[in-house]
């Protein structure tokens, strides 16, 4: 859901994963055509990125449990 969002309106997504300031950034970026593709190519990697943390974060502390 957070790709599609991502390509769709790419500065919504640096607010769903809490970094506003990105996201407004992101919103100037996208202001242009030109600049949507790089908007929409940054919130995709970043949405990646946020994934892989939490399950990084996920696998720590499943690990510190044991």
């Known amino acids: 859901m957070r ?3 991502a390509i769709l ?6 607010f769903t994963i809490g970094r506003p300031i990105q996201g ?3 919103l100037i970026l996208q202001i242009t ?3 949507w593709i790089p908007a929409a ?3 995709i990697y970043c949405v990646s990125q946020y994934d892989t ?3 990084i974060k996920a ?3 499943a690990k510190s449990d044991d």
């Open 3 to 5: 790709i599609l969002l």
């Open 9 to 14: 309106l790419p500065f919504v997504v640096f």
């Open 24 to 26: 407004v950034l992101c």
């Open 33 to 35: 055509l030109i600049g």
């Open 41 to 43: 190519l940054w919130a």
């Open 53 to 55: 943390d939490k399950k």
């Open 59 to 61: 696998a720590v502390g």
